[in-house]
Each structure stands twice: as structure tokens, then as C-alpha cells.
């Protein structure tokens, strides 16, 4: 009886242990995932290293002013980010918070928070208005603007310039055409070949190339939910790009198909002029430039000078476990408070208007004038696409246009099968 009872005993034991053990890990496993020394954790995920630093600052200001708040940032490379993010988000095992720019098949599937209803109708009044249009679908905004690439602007070698005898000021009032008697911009291209191994980088560029010239060009990338660049101003933005490749006043596309920082790198060798690109490329620039450089405004088309201006935001996880602290980091991240971090250091410019300020000051400081960026913006626009299919057509589109710039296929049967292809891709998703 004895022997029973202490065997009964020690079960019962093991038992309260094994359950012990149990509600322990269970305390580490909800501190890794929601709760961390009585905090609520947020977890934001990014796909860019170099903003680590100014989120965690402005993170740390927004802990400090609630510290029952824990957030945590997850880095997933570019690379990998969109299908990881799909993967998650469809398991339901996403971060909070993400950053996105290509978002509507997530807010069409329910899955983002309605930005307005969680922080109120009065929240977009600060931020970029182009920013918030194109967050916004279905007349609801799914995402929380944090900071745009401004326009496209022409990076000038201004050493290259002076051997060719280019005045800068000239190069404010050039234009394309594809009526020769109204170009001015290619026999200026032509004065640098003497100095340069390339003049300019025309090439299959979408955001600093492509929509640029199709955009002054008088054309759109996308109408009424459909492609619709095969048209006569895509021809003619098209047609003159790839002439500039074949008259050897840009680079090969055997060069530039195959390597999208070609046309940056021979910048900053000192081998070409002129290098059409956006803010993106501003801060590598700035750091590797051996030479006098500056800034100029991109060249006019028919219908004047038109860029693009697309923006990254931060949307909320529909399904977060958090919603009411995700809301609150949501809140600060799209304040002027918030958000002037992103431009402190003149990485990025901040999506509250009343903070890109920040990012001018930063550049004056160090003597580039970025005014081109911002000024190319007061003019019409041209939207960068959008819709669940966008990446698919633009895949489909890119071995076309490669093909085009190579001189393989004439541009009017490129645009023609690249707008078939893209649509097809884009009813797939």
C-alpha cells in the first residue's frame, strides 16, 4: 500500500510539473510573440537595412511616450519580400505592420486595415497628396503614406560639361521630340559624345526612363484598369529612347539589360554626362562622385516635363492580435513627430509634407540643391501603375522591351505584344 501510494504521489508531482512547464514555455512563447516584461510587442517589417537606424530613433521616441508598448523591427530582403509576404500573410503569420507599395490584392482580400476608420478621416490632411492617392482604392486608404521618391531629375557631371563647352543653364531648356526640328535635347547628347564614352542612359528603366518619356510624351502606363501604352505617344517615347541606344549616345542594352546599375556606375566612372535617375541613387552620388557634380531638371516632351513620384507605406495586418497598439504605432509613424526621422540623415524624403523641409536643410548643408526633384512634381504626373497584377505584367513586359532596346524587335510590334502580354498577366492574378 505504502509503495502504491508513493508511486501515485510521484505522478501527481510530475504531473503539476510537466504543467508548470507547460505554462512556462507558453509565457516564452507569448513574450517572443505579443508580450515582452508586461509590453504588448508590434512587430514592423521593412525590406531596406538603411532605414533600421532612423525607424529604431523613432521608435524608441514613441516607447518612451508609451512604454506599454514594444515595437520590433524585422528586416526580409528585397529579394525575397514580396513572396515571403504573400506566404505570410496568407498563412496568417505576418508582421503587424509592413511596409508596402503594391498593395491591393491584400486590401481587395480583406486582409490590410482600413487606415481611415482606424485613425480617423482627418489623417491623410499631412501627408503627400500623390501618396495618398495611391494608397486609396475603393475610396478607402490602406496604408500609411512614410516617404516618396520624389520626381526624376538629371545627375550632371559638370567637369564633362565644361570640356564639351554645355553651358548648365542650357541644359534647363531642353526638350525631346521625335520632330527633329524640335528636339534640342539630342544635339546637346551629341556635344557630350566628345567627352564622354555615353552622353545620357536611355534604357529599359522603368521608373526613371520609361514612364518619364511616356509621360511627357502625352501617354499613360495604365487606363480604365488596362494597359494602354502601345499607343502613338508610347511610340514616340519609345521610338526615341531606343534611337538614342542605336545612335550610341547611350549605352548598349547588352550592357544595361543585364545590369540595372550600369548606367550609375559609369556615372560615377567619370564615362557618362548626364544620368536620369531619382533620389534613390542621391546619397551613393553624393558619397562617390570624384568630380564636380550637380543636379538639372529632366528634359520637356510634347506635353511638358511629367514624372512619376511613387511612395512606400506602412499598412496594418488586418488579423495583428494587437489592433488597438498597431493602431497607435500606425498613428505616430504617419506624424510629422513620427515620420521627420526617415528624412533626418537625407535618405529618404518624409511622406508629411511639413517634414520634407528636413530633407532639403540636410542637402543644402552639403551644397546639392534638390530642388529638381521636387519641381519636376508641380506639373502633371503620370501614374505608376497599379492593381493585384502590376508585378506579373511587369514581368512580362521586361524580356520584350530587353529585346526592343537590343534592336531586335521594332518598337510599334514590341509595344504591341508587350500591352497583349502585360494585360494577360495581369488577368492571371
Known sequence: MRSRHLKESTRAVLGILAVAVLLVAAALWLGRDGVSGGRTVVRLRIWDQSFVTAYRA??????RANPDVEVRITLVPWASYAQKLRLDVAGGIADDLFWTNLYEDYADSGH???IGAALGSDATRNWDPQAVTQFTRDGKLWAVPQFVDGGTAVYVNQDLLARAGVEPGELAGLRWSPDPGQDT???VLRRLATVSAWPYNAANDFQSISLPYLGSAGGQLQRDGRFAFDSQPGRDAYGYTVGLVADRLSPSAA?????GDFAKNAFLQGRMALFQSGTFNLATVAQNAGFHWGLAMIPAGPAGRVSANNAIGVAGNAATAHP???RRVLAWLGSAAGNRYLGLDGATIPAVVSEQQVYRDYWARHGVDVSPFFDVLRGAAIGAGGGAGLPAALQAITPILDEMYLGRIPVPEALARAQREADA???QR
Do not use: V
Not at 523613432?58 to 516607447?63: A, H, K, T
Not at 550592357?255 to 545590369?259: L, M
Open 112 to 114: 490590410l486595415m482600413d
Open 425 to 427: 498577366a495581369a488577368a
Open 58 to 63: 523613432s521608435l524608441d521616441e514613441f516607447q
Open 324 to 326: 488597438q497598439a498597431t
Open 185 to 187: 535635347f539630342r544635339p
Open 255 to 259: 550592357d544595361t539589360n543585364t545590369s
